[in-house]
């Protein structure tokens, strides 16, 4: 009797601490996945904003003088290129309404004088994209 006791007392003392250490395996996989999640929800928000910056860069340099568009133009692209890799069912229709619209009103820019209707026209479409955009990613970041 003392032996089986003796026996069973080293199984309990082998079978709590088996327990004890799957329960700390699970809370460890779990506190790395919330801080992965973490990570790439704070990686998405930079992203976007990075993106919002160039894009509100591009207005001020296809409505100066200055021949400061190809610069803009390309930090949006660059922007853009972060998007196609952190959220790219975004970059299927809006991100690309949104370059193609920024390369459209550049382009108009360089041949038509700034009062034109068509460079208002280009203007206006490219607020929109924008504005459609942004409402894409801020749809995404609280979704998660």
């Known amino acids: 009797m003392t032996m089986l006791v003796a026996v069973l007392s080293v199984f309990g003392a082998l079978g709590a601490q088996w327990l004890n250490t799957m329960r700390a395996f699970r809370l460890a996989e779990i506190e790395r996945r919330a801080k992965r999640e973490e990570r790439h929800q704070q990686n998405r928000e930079d992203t976007y904003a990075k993106f919002l910056v160039a894009a509100r860069a591009l207005r001020p340099a296809l409505r100066s003088a200055a021949g400061t568009s190809e610069a ?30 920024g390369e459209r009103w550049a382009e108009l820019v360089l041949s038509n004088p700034a009062t034109a209707p068509v460079i208002k026209e280009a203007d206006e479409e490219f607020h929109h994209a924008v504005r459609t955009m ?4 801020r749809n995404d970041l609280t979704s998660e």
């Open 72 to 101: 803009a133009l390309a930090a949006l692209r660059d922007a853009a290129a972060y998007i196609e890799l952190n959220a790219p069912e975004l970059a299927d229709r809006a991100l690309t309404a949104v370059l193609d619209s």
């Open 134 to 137: 942004r409402d894409l990613m």
